[in-house]
Nanobody
Framework: QVQLVESGGTLVQAGGSLRLSCAAS????????MGWFRQAPGKEREIVAA????????YYADSVKGRFTISRDNARNTVYLQMNTLKPEDTAVYYC????????????WGQGTQVTVSS
């Protein structure tokens, strides 16, 4: 079965950095666009960043542009989210998701990893 397993979430001070990883299994990773989403308490889930099958296209939410970088390693079936200059408002559960063939819908989701940014 398909599994997406996030890791790297932790407590960090404002201004710090974190790198999240999402290891995929049970699917042909290079056939899926990948995205990172987040959900803060009391808020709706929002997309943070996305990357195309071969990394030639990326998308970032305005709130993270210039601070976050999404990347993928198709040989390792892993997608990353490098987060720099973290702010308290970045506190959320971060999820990775896979979208088959760059479609608009995300077919598979991970269980999430908690990122907490203290002020």
């Amino acid at each position: 079965q398909v599994q997406l397993v996030e890791s790297g979430g932790t407590l960090v001070q404002a201004g710090g950095s974190l790198r999240l990883s999402c290891a995929a299994s049970g699917l042909t990773f290079s056939s899926y666009a990948m995205g990172w989403f987040r959900q803060a308490p009391g808020k709706e889930r929002e997309i943070v960043a996305a990357i195309s099958l071969s990394s030639d296209n990326t998308y970032y939410a305005d709130s993270v542009k210039g601070r976050f970088t999404i990347s993928r390693d198709n040989a390792r079936n892993t997608v990353y989210l490098q987060m720099n200059t973290l702010k308290p408002e970045d506190t959320a559960v971060y999820y990775c998701a896979a979208s088959y063939g760059d479609s608009a819908a995300y077919n598979y989701w991970g269980q999430g990893t908690q990122v907490t940014v203290s002020s």
